[in-house]
């Protein structure tokens, strides 16, 4: 069974900063395409917003509007892992941040294969 999984998420104050890492079981993370998207369970309707993605095979990353010049998407292929390194964090950026592995890099949810349970950020103003 192919599964990821997401960690890192938690509370913090607008401003700060948190690192969202992502992990899998049962394939090899370092050769997948890793999207990272969010979708906020006040807001019910709202699709799930891509925030980032990088390319599995030369690491081409890729942004939302929302997320260029305060986040960044990462892997480790020494610990088999993804990232997300978020900065400057606003209220608006508070949400259900999901992990995401596929084929291709899109900020298109329905290209990805597998998905993790998600992992909640909150960001106090």
């Known amino acids: 069974q192919w599964l990821v999984a997401e960690s890192g998420g938690g509370l913090v104050q607008s401003g700060g900063s948190l690192k969202l890492s992502c992990g899998a079981s049962g394939f090899n993370l370092d050769r997948s395409a890793i999207g990272w998207f969010r979708q906020d369970p006040g807001k019910p309707g709202k699709e799930r917003e891509g925030?980032?993605?990088?390319?599995?095979?030369?690491?081409?990353?890729y942004y939302a509007d929302s997320a260029k010049g305060r986040f960044i998407i990462s892997r480790d292929t020494a610990k088999h892992t993804g990232g997300l390194q978020m900065n400057s964090l606003k209220p608006e950026d508070t949400a259900v941040y999901y992990c995401?592995?596929?084929?291709?890099?899109?900020?298109?949810?329905?290209?990805?294969?597998?998905w993790g349970q998600g992992t909640q950020v909150t960001v106090s103003s």
């Open positions: 995401a592995a596929g084929l291709i890099a899109t900020m298109n949810a329905g290209d990805y294969n597998y």
């Open positions: 925030v980032a993605c990088i390319r599995g095979n030369d690491g081409t990353t």
